[in-house]
């Protein structure tokens, strides 16, 4: 039984983009960060988008993420149509089911690191003290604790990171989306948040992160290389059935799945 | 929800709580203006409840006739201050009073023939301004007063005599017993032959102060001034129950009396107090209209503070909504915010209204009103300040695109 439903979570898709273009400006001022772009994520892929600077790698992240719409093309979270989602839902989702994690690390200065973590499961709906609780287990995991009451600029760079990946995850998201978060870091400190990165993933949970730096490359199960909005290079190295398999939590998927089954129910109907 | 708001009003706190300064002095904007609206407000029910508390004290079975002016139309109240009181021709004459003396029920009837002028006593003092009251023996009893010595007026004395306030009696003759002097009002030497107790009720529903009043016979004011102006009737009547009964019994007698000119009104129980100074009253207002406008300014104020911070802030809404948080969310974040500083503008504003108008009282005849109608208004005023100017910027904030809004470094 239990290995069945792994063996459905390793193939389900989680994200699939079909013909997604985004356009930025008008006439002849028009350029597209992306054109035509497809892609599909398994559930419990580490995929590692490179490629120059201006080729759409944010943009992509930032859709991925509901932060930003596309022009055209269709975004399919969890089978689910992304322009269908109401915003109150995106908000949502981006506060329980994904996990932004910046280069510049974007805590917010005047908070200690602790409420700073607590930050996305204010907008989940938990009590202040369980809300401190479980930023505190989320801290602990990075050897952050004695950490928690410090604000943001007296920690190093590693640190800010270290606890704004805390944040990104303590939330238990599915689907984390790093932009750049070594760009900051000296190689020392990008190593650890690189294997905090992979220790996340080896949990199950989907990663999808921008890189200029190629070394980092051998975290990935999978390396796209981005060139003018469009994929130019994909490559898996590890196969599907191969990918890590989400441990199970107590906290049930509830969204999503409810979801998809009204969405069902509804396709039935027609 | 209930949760979520608690965690907006946290959220609030701190934030507020990181510029202090700055939301203090918001918050005074606010507290200046609710304080001046507290203080008009507890001036305008004290007066009205020192006026109420002195008709119950001169008895339940008061009628009073005043000409009738419409006072509560703006059109009539603006007139009366354009072309003062003083001038507003009364159509009640002495022939009404005796109209009144003669129907059952009515105990005794007094004029009242309030005019300014200038009266002179023994040696030459002259007091540019004095309120001479034409009435007629009744005066005393119905108003409840007394003398503190000699005699009150009697219309069948052949001398025209005069009683005296205290204030006035000061005023002209240097001394509070000026029986037996003289006293020359329009030509014609009056000798006074009583001084009336002190009232010390510079307010109250005859529009006069009576310690600063000379009175006389109504009857020889008409003899020297035959445009006598009379501007009410008090009337007392043998018992409270027919107390309606008689006022009506009253306008039917003026009426019929006047030819049908029914320019008068016949006012008893609470309705004598209302028209307590209808210019008060106007100032009062005007007051209160430009307290109302401090109250603008000091929202006007919220929302400028309120949009610097949301400014200032754009960065971390950024992150908020990259993290999870939704339009709602960000907009009641901040409306919170605006609401805390107007909330507490609006304490802090009662406690300094209060403080103002028990100050105010230590100089003034009145007493500090305190009621629960202030309590709400004040709570009513702060709450609805807070949103209507803390609407735009909360709005403007919700709004922020989150990619531009986490690209921005304050």
Redesign the interface.
């Known amino acids: 039984m239990n290995e069945e439903q792994s063996e459905n979570n390793t193939n389900e898709t989680i994200i699939k983009l079909e013909g997604l273009s985004k356009r930025f400006g008008y006439g002849d001022a028009a350029s597209y960060a992306l054109q035509n772009f497809d892609l599909e994520v398994k559930r419990g892929e580490f995929i590692m988008i490179m490629g120059p600077s201006g080729c759409g790698k944010t943009t992509l992240l930032n859709i991925i993420g509901l932060l930003d719409t596309p022009t055209s093309g269709k975004y399919l979270l969890n089978d689910e149509l992304a322009s269908r989602i109401s915003a109150s839902r995106q908000a949502r989702l981006r506060a329980k089911k994904i996990g932004f994690i910046f280069q510049n690390f974007n805590l917010i200065p005047n908070l200690p690191i602790i409420e700073n973590v607590a930050l996305p499961l204010v907008y989940s709906g938990y009590h202040k003290t369980r809300r401190l609780i479980k930023a505190s287990e989320a801290l602990e995991r990075f050897n952050m604790k004695d950490k928690e009451y410090y604000l943001p600029f007296q920690l190093s760079g590693g640190q800010q990171q270290r606890a704004a990946i805390a944040r990104a995850i303590v939330s238990h998201p599915e689907i984390i989306l790093a932009d750049e978060p070594t760009g900051n870091l000296d190689s020392r400190s990008s190593t650890t948040v690189m294997e905090e990165l992979r220790r996340i993933h080896s949990e199950g949970n989907t990663i999808i992160m921008v890189t200029h730096n190629p070394a980092l490359t051998s975290y990935a199960t999978r390396v796209i290389n981005m060139l003018d909005g469009t994929i130019d290079t994909d490559i898996k190295t590890v196969k599907d059935s191969d990918l890590p398999v989400p441990i199970e939590r107590k906290t049930p998927r509830k969204i999503f799945k409810s979801r998809r089954k009204s969405n069902k129910k509804k396709k039935g109907k027609k | 929800m209930a949760?979520?708001l608690r965690?907006h009003y946290?959220?609030a706190k701190s934030s507020l709580k990181?510029n202090r300064t700055r939301s203090f002095l918001t918050c005074l904007g606010i507290s200046i203006g609710v304080a001046s609206i507290i203080l008009i407000l507890s001036l305008m029910g004290s007066i009205s409840s020192l006026v109420s508390t002195q008709v119950s004290k001169v008895g339940s079975n008061l009628i009073v006739v005043r000409p009738s002016s419409t006072r509560s139309t703006v059109d009539s109240i603006v007139t009366e201050l354009t072309s003062s009181t003083q001038y507003l021709k009364s159509n009640l004459t002495l022939k009404d009073v005796n109209t009144i003396s003669k129907i059952e029920g009515v105990a005794s009837v007094s004029p009242l023939a309030v005019s300014v002028n200038s009266l002179k006593g023994e040696t030459d003092t002259v007091v540019a301004s004095a309120t001479v009251i034409g009435t007629n023996s009744d005066f005393l009893k119905i108003q409840n007063l007394s003398l503190k010595n000699g005699t009150f007026l009697r219309e069948e004395s052949e001398t025209p005599t005069a009683v005296i306030g205290t204030k006035l009696a000061n005023a002209l003759f240097g001394t509070a017993e000026p029986i037996g002097k003289a006293i020359t009002l329009l030509g014609q030497r009056f000798i006074i032959i009583g001084t009336l107790a002190e009232v010390d009720d510079p307010i109250n529903f005859n529009n006069v102060d009576l310690d600063a009043s000379l009175f006389v016979c109504a009857s020889d004011l008409n003899n020297i001034d035959n445009s006598l102006q009379i501007q009410q009737i008090n009337i007392r009547t043998e018992n409270t129950d027919t107390l309606a009964e008689t006022s009506n019994k009253i306008s039917e007698a003026l009426i019929a009396s006047k030819s049908g000119d029914n320019n008068f009104v016949v006012l008893s129980g609470d309705e004598i107090t209302h028209p307590a100074g209808s210019l008060l009253s106007i100032i009062s207002g005007i007051l209160a209209i430009v307290a109302g406008i401090s109250l603008v300014v000091g929202g006007i104020g919220i929302m400028n503070i309120m949009l610097v911070s949301v400014a200032e802030r754009t960065?971390?809404i950024?992150?908020?909504?990259?993290?999870?948080?939704?339009?709602?969310?960000i907009l009641l974040q901040f409306l919170i915010e605006a609401l805390i500083l107007s909330l507490t503008g609006g304490l802090m504003g009662l406690i300094l209204g209060y403080i103002l108008s028990f100050l105010l009282c230590l100089v003034t005849p009145f007493n500090p009103f305190i009621s629960w109608q202030i309590l709400v208004i004040t709570f009513v005023v702060s709450f609805i300040t807070g949103i209507v100017f803390g609407l735009y910027p909360a709005i403007k904030a919700a709004h922020k695109n989150?990619?531009y809004s986490?690209k921005f470094w304050a």
């Open positions: 949760l979520l965690t946290e959220l990181r960065h971390e950024g992150v908020r909504k990259a993290i999870g948080a939704s339009t709602g969310n989150p990619i986490l």
